[in-house]
Nanobody, 128 residues
Framework: VQLQASGGGLVQPGGSLRLSCAASGFTLNTYTIGWFRQAPGKEREGVSCISSSDGSTYYSDSVKGRFTISRDNTKNTVYLQMSSLKPEDTAVYYC??????????????????????WGKGTQVTVSS
């Protein structure tokens, strides 16, 4: 039972990347999936999340309007499309999952402490 994040890499400022979070051993259709990131010397922070119940999406203020989260339950995968990337987006990106019923309210999905399944991260570096 695991989540695997992929798609990271080196990109120039203003560029785009698409991260994927693939689940194995369980199905995503009852899980809320979140993307988090951790830059060197900083705490891990919530970036975006998507609910399984109605597909509601949430974003941190720092990425709103630039990142888009989506899910494809037929592929058991969640995506994070990142555009207009900035150097401050440089971090290791992680995906995580939690049963949707565990969340006290949907927007709580940006908080790390509700998640019980974590994948290994993928490095995103934004630099010229």
């Amino acid at each position: 039972v695991q989540l695997q994040a992929s798609g990271g890499g080196l990109v120039q400022p203003g560029g785009s990347l698409r991260l994927s979070c693939a689940a194995s051993g369980f199905t995503l259709n009852t899980y809320t999936i979140g993307w988090f990131r951790q830059a060197p010397g900083k705490e891990r922070e919530g970036v975006s999340c998507i609910s399984s119940s109605d597909g509601s999406t949430y974003y941190s203020d720092s990425v709103k309007g630039r990142f888009t989260i989506s899910r494809d339950n037929t592929k058991n995968t969640v995506y994070l499309q990142m555009s207009s990337l900035k150097p401050e987006d440089t971090a290791v990106y992680y995906c995580a999952g939690t049963p949707t019923w565990l969340l006290p309210y949907r927007s709580a999905c940006l908080a790390l402490n509700y998640y019980n399944k974590w994948g290994k991260g993928t490095q995103v570096t934004v630099s010229s």
